[in-house]
């Protein structure tokens, strides 16, 4: 009866993760196969490992395997990343349904609320993050974050130099800023993917992180 209303549970709560918050936030079809895979597949290892005497050494080491998992074939971010380690915890959850039966149920509940609420568009929507090119070399911080805040309209600026080249004459910085409330970015959406805008080109968001 314990792991019948874990199992139960496990589904629900995986449809919730990876469909109704992933999916239909992110829209990555790929990724929402990998979230469901993994979860089944911890939930049919962990109970299959329950079912016969293992050491604690054994229960770590498997823990361990499913955390190195690594996307060889694309970058994602780390929003994803903790979506990946959500799925990995609720089918521990299922597969070992530790006592009390209703133990499983609240913790799940418990992680699908937090990465609800962390992951809405209301906590923190006027704070973004790019990797961004200058058209020119800047080497004053103090003209930088200024020049910064005029393209993107911001509030606030934060900004990690990540090189200067003086012979092409580009700045190539890590940009996190803060939106003006009231004006929510007008200047910035225009300034789209791929394209010159003023003295700045935008390029991809670069995050080498990957899941192993």
């Known amino acids: 009866m314990s792991f019948a209303i874990a199992l139960a549970t496990d589904l629900i709560a995986i449809f919730v993760l990876a469909y109704v918050l992933y999916f239909r936030r992110h829209r990555r079809r790929d990724l929402l196969l990998s979230y469901v895979a993994l979860n089944i597949g911890v939930v049919a ?7 016969v005497e293992v050491g604690v050494g054994l ?11 690594r996307l060889r074939s694309d970058q994602i971010t780390q929003q994803e990343i903790a979506y990946y380690f959500t799925a990995l915890a609720l089918g521990l959850l299922a597969g070992l349904h530790p006592s009390p ?7 799940s509940l418990l ?5 609800a609420i962390l992951d809405s568009p209301l906590v923190a929507s006027t704070t973004h993050r790019h990797t961004f090119t ?17 393209i993107f309209d911001a509030e606030t600026v934060r900004v990690e130099v990540l090189d200067i080249d ?10 996190r800023y803060k939106t003006k409330p009231a004006r929510r970015s007008a200047h910035a959406e225009a300034a789209a993917p791929s394209q010159q805008t003023g003295s700045a080109t935008w390029m991809p968001e670069t995050t080498n992180a990957k899941v192993r």
């Open 101 to 107: 039966m209703w133990l499983t149920p609240l913790l």
């Open 134 to 150: 200058l058209d020119r070399a800047i080497t004053d911080r103090s003209a930088l974050i200024a020049h910064l805040t005029e």
């Open 166 to 175: 003086m012979v092409r004459d580009t700045t190539l910085v890590d940009v």
């Open 59 to 69: 229960g770590m080491g498997l823990f361990g395997i499913l955390s190195i998992i």
């Open 45 to 51: 290892v962990t109970s299959a490992l329950g079912s």
């Open 111 to 115: 992680v699908i609320l937090a990465i």
